[in-house]
């Protein structure tokens, strides 16, 4: 209904702003803590892409700089147990890529770690949305995300190739990811992993 609104940055704090339209209306907007950092000055300009929720006592509004954050956020609310203030949690402690790799990895503990999700809503979510995360197109931030996972799923088949099962195989490439970051080479991650293994 309403998909973006324009207008001077009135108010703003890390759950909430107000934009003012040129017609003088005032739109409070609730906005996640990735959002709340990239935002301009109180008095300049903004335009913020809008997700328009109805409820039975309230109509909420809720704002978005990338388009990605949105649509990972209309995603996260398909999933049983989790509405929209939960997704903009969710949003708000780990990035629209660390979200995605998460789910992509099976990585259901770096979910749980968001305060109010139980186990259960953890599996949950990356169970209903792996594939739709594969199916959806991602922008440039999430780029490391998808060099990641075909990294570490090209160096998983290698490892499997050279014998090694697979849940040991997995379980010795999330460590080494998890200690030294994301941008490690196929390469690198299989001579690191053979030392482990």
């Given amino acids: 209904m309403i998909s973006y609104i324009k207008g001077k940055l009135m108010e703003k704090s890390p759950t909430c702003v107000i934009i003012e339209t040129a017609g003088g209306v005032g739109y409070c907007i609730n906005i996640s803590l990735a959002t709340f950092s990239e935002l301009p000055n109180e008095n300049e300009e903004v335009k913020l892409l809008t997700y328009f929720i109805v409820k039975e006592d309230a109509q909420v509004l809720y704002g978005f700089l990338e388009e990605e954050e949105r649509e990972l956020f209309k995603l996260l609310i398909t999933v049983n147990g989790i509405g929209p203030n939960t997704a903009r949690l969710i949003l708000s402690s780990m990035s629209v890529g660390e979200v995605l790799n998460a789910i992509s990895t099976e990585n259901v503990k770096a979910i749980q770690s968001v ?12 169970v209903e949305l792996k ?3 594969k199916k959806a197109t991602w922008g ?5 995300s998808t060099s990641y996972n075909n990294n570490k799923y090209d160096a998983l088949t290698a490892l499997i190739a050279l014998g090694f099962p697979k849940a040991g195989a997995e379980s010795v490439l999330d460590k080494i990811i998890k200690a030294e ?14 030392k482990l293994l």
């Fill in 181 to 194: 970051g994301m941008n490690l080479s196929v390469e690198d991650l299989i001579k690191k992993s053979l």
């Fill in 131 to 133: 594939d739709k995360t």
């Fill in 115 to 126: 305060k109010g999700i139980g186990a259960k809503t953890a599996q949950r979510l990356v």
């Fill in 140 to 144: 440039t931030s999430t780029k490391i």
